[in-house]
């Protein structure tokens, strides 16, 4: 079975200082992994994809993500925070081939920016 | 490219009734998903179809129904609304193949009084 836990339900920085947002996962098989964002009153944009190719993955918008097997995790990060980057984050797990359109979602992380 | 498309934006239906909820993928997209996120809550699958066809269930009752037309356009059915259907409804599209992730729509608000 796959799930996903998402460790802080909170996470407030200030604008330029570095971001952690955590994702531990579990999955029967090898997993397709995703970070999802949602900012307030719209749908989900993909942020970055793991689908077993380098560990490191870049995403948009200066987003990256590193796949540890060993932990069985996936955290997010990014350097140096902006205001716009305020929203909610999902970390997302997938079983490959045909399911790969069911997927399943963590709580989230509501990532609050201070000036 | 226009994205995944849903209608309407928001609903408000009372206690007992119907409600049906359009989607129309990215075009060249065949399969399409519905998700159900409750205020505070991550998505939670409900259905997936490809090629007009149901591919995936997720633990909802059968109150709620969908399908998926010639064009792959979709609607998604509950009947009998009940208080707790109040949510974001999502619909996502994917292309076949590989590990193409899913695209989401702006989601249908449905609120049940």
């Known amino acids: 079975a796959q799930s996903v836990t998402q460790l802080d339900s909170h996470v407030s920085v200030s604008e330029g200082t570095p971001v952690l947002l955590r994702c531990n996962y579990s999955s029967s098989y090898s997993p397709s992994l995703f970070w999802y964002v949602q900012h307030p009153n719209k749908g989900l944009q993909l942020l970055l994809k793991?689908?077993?190719?380098?560990?490191l993955v870049k995403g948009i918008n200066g987003f990256e993500a590193e796949f540890k097997k060993s932990e069985t995790s996936f955290h997010l990060t990014k350097p140096s925070a902006h205001m716009s980057d305020a929203a909610e984050y999902f970390c997302?797990?997938?079983?490959?081939?045909?399911?790969?359109?069911?997927?399943?979602f963590g709580r989230g992380t509501q990532l609050t920016v201070w000036p | 490219d226009a994205g995944v498309t849903q209608s309407p934006t928001h609903l408000i239906k009372t206690r007992g009734q119907h409600v049906t909820l359009r989607c129309s993928p990215i075009?060249?997209?065949?399969?399409v998903s519905w998700y159900q996120q409750v205020l505070g809550q991550g998505p939670q699958f409900i259905f997936q179809?490809?090629?007009?066809?149901?591919?995936g269930r997720g633990n909802f009752p059968d109150r709620f129904s969908a399908r998926q037309f010639p064009n792959y356009s979709s609607e998604l059915n509950v009947n009998a609304l009940l208080l707790g259907d109040s949510a974001l409804y999502l619909c996502?599209?994917?292309?076949?193949?590989?590990?193409?992730?899913?695209?989401f729509g702006n989601g249908t608000r449905l609120t049940v009084t």
């Open positions: 793991y689908t077993s190719a380098a560990t």
């Open positions: 997302v797990v997938s079983e490959g081939g045909s399911t790969l359109g069911r997927l399943y």
């Open positions: 996502a599209s994917r292309e076949t193949g590989g590990f193409s992730p899913l695209h």
């Open positions: 179809y490809y090629e007009k066809e149901e591919r």
């Open positions: 075009s060249g997209h065949k399969s």
